[in-house]
C-alpha cells in the first residue's frame, strides 16, 4: 500500500490545497514577491538605521501596497496617500479635543470606525476607509499607553512617517526602476499557453509528451483565461498603444482560451491520424508559432493561410475546424473597431442609503471591536491589543467569508507566533550584527511574500504571519527582541479577537450568502443560454464573438464557485440543510461547464458540416432555442423565494430525424445534461430560505 493510503482524507485534502497554492504560476507572481521581498528587507535596514519605529506597520503597508504590476501599485498608494491624510486628520481632531477624557475619546473613535466600515461596504473606494478604520482603531493604543499629549502627538507623526516612506519606495522600486507593465505581463502569458498549445499539437502528432509539457486541467485554463482578462483592463488603461487595439487583444485572450482548451481535450483522446492529418496539424502549430511571435511583438497576428478543400475535410474528420476557424477569423480580425465604452460604476452602491445590512455591519464591527477594548484595557493586558484590530480585518459582508478570513489569520499567527519563537530562542542570542539579523529574516520575508502573492484563497496567511513574526520580534526597540511574552500577548490577541468576532458576527445580524448564490447560479446559466443563441454566420465573423461570450460563462462559474467556498464556512446554517444546498450548487457548477463543453463540440459540429437546405437550418435554430428556453426557464426557477428550479422532464434529442447520426448522439448529450441538473423544489434544498438566515435577520 502507498503512504498516501494511511493519511487522512482531510490532511490529503489539506495538502493537495497547499500544494496548489504554493505552486500556482500566476502571472507576474514571481516578480512580485521577489519586489515584496526585497523592499521588506530594505525597509527593515532603513528603519534601524534611522531609527524609525513601527516597522510591523511599514511591513504591512508593503504588503497591501505592492501589487502584481506598476500600473495597480501606483493606484494603490494615491489610496494609501489619501487614506493617511484622513487618518491623521481624524486621529489629531481626537487627540487635541479629548486626550483628557477616555469616554468622550473613546466615543469619536467608535463613530470614526462606525462611518469608516459603513463608507467600506457602499464606496466602491472600500480599501481607502478599511484602512481608516484600522488606523482608528490601533490609535487608541497610543494615548493608553503615553501620559502627555505632546508625546503621543510624536509617536503620531512617527507612525505618519513609518507609514509613508514604504509607499515612496514601493511606487520608485515597483513603479519607475523594476515596473512589472501590465501590457509586459500579458504577453509573456500569452506567450506561455501558446506555447502549450504548440505542446498539445506536437502529441497529437505522436511525438512524445515529455514533463514540461504535461497537460493543464480544464480549471487550470479557465482561471488563466479569467487572469489574462484582468491583465487586459490593467493594460486598456496603462497603455494607450495597447488600448488604442484594445478589443483585438480582448478577442485574442478568448481565442487563446479556446485554442488551450481545444488542444488539451483533443490531445487526450488522440486519433489514429494518416500522412494528411499529421501535416494538416504541423500547419496549425506553424500558425500558432506566428500567432506567438506576434504576440511577443506586440503586433496583430495577420496570417495569410486559407485552408484549402482537403484540409477542411481532414479538420472535420478529427475535430479540427474550430481550431481553424478561430486562426482564420483572429488573422481577419477589423483592427479599426471601436472600443465599447465600459459602464462607469457609482461611487455609492444604488441603495446605500436604504438598505440597512450596511449599518447593521457597521454597528457589528463596532460593538466588537469595543468588545475586545473594553476587555484588554480593563485586564489592563496592553499586549492583547491586536484583538482590537482582528475584529476589523476579519470583518466580511457575509459569515461565510468572515470565518474564511478568521481561519487565514489565525494560522498565519499562529505560523509568524511560531518562527518568531524558534528564532527567538535559537537564532537571536548568536546574532552580532545587522547583516546576519537580514540574513535570518530574508527567508521568512520571501516566504511571506510567496503566499501573499498567491490567489485570494490563502494569500492572507502570507502577510499575517509575517506581520505576526513583525509586531514579535521588531517593535522593541531598534534591534532584535528576546522577549517571548511579546510574541504570547500578540497570539493570545489574535485569538481572542477572533472569538468575539466569531460570537458577535454569528449571532447579531449574520448575513448569509445562501440566497445570493442562487441568483449567480442563475446568471452563469442565462450565460450559458446566451452562448447556445449566439448566431452563427456564414463567413464565421461572428466567431470570436462567441469565443468571448464562452469566456463570459467562465467568469460566471468562477464566480458562482468562489461563493460556494464562502457559504460552506457559514455555520449560522443548519449544517444538514447548509450541505444539501452546496450539494445542490456544485451540481449545477458542474453541470453548467459540461453544458458549455458539450455545446462546444456540437456546435463545431454543425459548422463543419454545414446544411444546404434552409429547412434542416432552421429547425436547428428552433432546437438552439428550446434548449437556451430551458436553462432559462431553470434559472428563473432558482431566483424564486423559495426556489422552484426543476430541470425539463424531457428535451427533443435532435430537431429532425433526418440529420446525420453524430449530429444526433451530440444533441442528446447536451439535452440529457440539461435534464439531469438538480431540483432544488425538495425541502431541504429550500431550507436555507429562512427568516434566520436573511440579511438583516437574527437568529
Not at 170 to 175: E, L
Not at 299 to 304: A, I, K, L, Q, S
Not at 637 to 642: F, I, V, Y
Request: aromatic share 8%.
Amino acid at each position: 500500500m502507498k503512504l498516501a493510503d494511511y493519511v487522512p482524507e482531510p490532511l490529503q485534502a489539506l495538502a493537495s490545497f497547499f500544494r496548489e497554492e504554493l505552486t500556482e504560476a500566476r502571472p507576474g507572481r514571481v516578480a512580485q514577491a521577489t519586489q515584496l521581498g526585497s523592499l521588506c528587507l530594505l525597509v527593515v535596514l532603513v528603519s534601524m538605521t534611522l531609527s524609525v519605529s513601527l516597522i510591523a506597520v511599514s511591513l504591512i503597508v508593503l504588503f497591501y501596497g505592492v501589487q502584481q504590476n506598476a500600473f495597480f501599485t501606483r493606484v494603490v498608494a494615491v489610496v494609501f496617500v489619501v487614506a493617511t491624510v484622513l487618518d491623521v486628520g481624524a486621529l489629531f481632531l481626537v487627540l487635541k479635543y479629548a486626550y483628557g477624557y477616555p469616554l468622550i475619546r473613546i466615543a469619536a473613535a467608535g463613530l470614526i470606525l462606525f462611518a469608516s466600515m459603513y463608507l467600506m461596504r457602499v464606496n466602491k473606494l472600500g480599501l481607502m476607509f478599511f484602512a481608516v478604520a484600522l488606523v482608528a482603531a490601533y490609535g487608541q493604543t497610543i494615548p493608553d499607553s503615553l501620559d502627555f499629549p505632546e508625546i503621543a502627538v510624536r509617536a503620531l507623526m512617527w507612525a505618519v512617517v513609518a507609514g509613508m516612506y514604504p509607499v515612496l519606495l514601493m511606487v520608485i522600486v515597483c513603479g519607475f526602476l523594476f515596473p512589472s507593465r501590465p501590457v509586459d505581463l500579458l504577453q509573456r502569458e500569452l506567450h506561455r499557453q501558446l506555447s502549450d498549445v504548440s505542446a498539445r499539437l506536437e502529441q497529437m502528432r505522436g511525438t512524445a509528451l515529455t514533463d514540461a509539457s504535461a497537460a493543464s486541467p480544464a480549471t487550470r485554463i479557465e482561471k488563466d483565461t479569467l487572469a489574462l482578462q484582468g491583465l487586459h483592463t490593467f493594460a486598456s488603461s496603462d497603455d494607450a498603444g495597447y488600448r488604442a487595439i484594445a478589443p483585438y487583444w480582448k478577442a485574442c485572450i478568448a481565442a487563446v482560451g479556446y485554442l488551450r482548451a481545444k488542444t488539451n481535450a483533443l490531445a487526450s483522446r488522440p486519433l489514429p491520424m494518416g500522412d494528411a492529418g499529421r501535416a494538416l496539424v504541423s500547419r496549425l502549430r506553424d500558425e500558432v508559432a506566428a500567432l506567438n511571435a506576434s504576440v511577443e511583438q506586440a503586433e496583430p497576428y495577420r496570417g495569410t493561410w486559407i485552408p484549402t478543400h482537403a484540409e477542411r475535410a481532414i479538420a472535420r474528420t478529427f475535430g479540427l475546424d474550430g481550431l481553424c476557424h478561430t486562426l482564420q477569423d483572429l488573422a481577419r480580425f477589423d483592427l479599426g473597431q471601436p472600443a465599447p465604452k465600459a459602464p462607469k460604476d457609482a461611487l455609492f452602491v444604488p441603495d446605500s442609503l436604504t438598505n440597512p445590512v450596511y449599518l447593521r455591519f457597521a454597528l457589528k464591527v463596532t460593538l466588537a471591536a469595543l468588545i475586545c477594548y473594553v476587555f484588554y484595557h480593563g485586564a489592563q493586558w496592553d499586549g492583547i491589543h491586536t484583538s482590537l484590530l482582528t475584529c476589523v480585518i476579519v470583518a466580511n459582508p457575509s459569515t461565510g467569508a468572515s470565518f474564511q478570513k478568521m481561519m487565514l489569520r489565525c494560522g498565519g499567527a499562529l505560523i509568524g507566533a511560531l518562527l518568531a519563537l524558534l528564532t527567538t530562542i535559537v537564532i537571536i542570542p548568536r546574532l552580532d550584527g545587522i547583516f546576519g539579523f537580514l540574513l535570518m529574516l530574508a527567508p521568512i520575508f520571501f516566504a511571506g511574500a510567496w503566499v501573499a502573492t498567491g490567489s485570494e484563497r490563502s494569500s492572507y496567511i502570507g502577510t499575517q504571519f509575517v506581520f505576526t513574526f513583525a509586531m514579535a520580534t521588531l517593535e522593541n526597540g531598534f534591534g532584535p527582541s528576546a522577549d517571548l511574552g511579546e510574541i504570547r500577548d500578540r497570539a493570545i490577541g489574535i485569538l481572542i479577537g477572533i472569538v468575539v468576532s466569531a460570537v458577535v458576527y454569528t449571532f447579531i445580524w449574520p448575513e448569509s450568502e445562501g440566497n445570493t448564490i442562487r441568483q449567480k447560479l442563475a446568471d452563469a446559466l442565462r450565460e450559458a443560454g446566451k452562448l447556445i443563441r449566439h448566431p452563427d454566420c456564414a463567413d464565421g465573423s461572428e466567431h470570436l464573438d462567441y469565443l468571448q461570450q464562452r469566456v463570459a460563462c467562465w467568469n460566471a462559474l468562477k464566480s458562482c464557485e468562489d461563493m460556494v467556498e464562502r457559504v460552506a464556512m457559514e455555520v449560522n446554517v443548519p449544517s444538514a440543510t447548509r450541505r444539501a444546498m452546496l450539494q445542490r450548487a456544485r451540481d449545477v457548477l458542474d453541470g453548467g461547464r459540461r453544458i458549455v463543453d458539450q455545446w462546444d463540440v456540437l456546435r463545431d459540429r454543425l459548422g463543419a458540416e454545414g446544411h444546404e437546405e434552409p429547412a434542416v437550418d432552421q429547425a436547428w435554430d428552433a432546437w438552439r432555442q428550446q434548449v437556451a428556453e430551458a436553462l432559462d426557464h431553470y434559472a428563473d426557477g432558482l431566483t424564486a423565494q423559495p426556489p422552484v428550479a426543476t430541470p425539463p422532464r424531457s428535451l427533443p434529442a435532435a430537431p429532425s430525424a433526418d440529420v446525420r447520426s453524430p449530429l444526433v448522439t451530440k444533441a442528446r448529450h447536451l439535452a440529457t445534461q440539461i435534464i439531469e441538473l438538480p431540483d432544488w423544489t425538495t425541502t431541504v434544498a429550500s431550507g436555507i430560505d429562512t427568516a434566520a438566515t436573511q440579511p438583516g435577520k437574527s437568529i
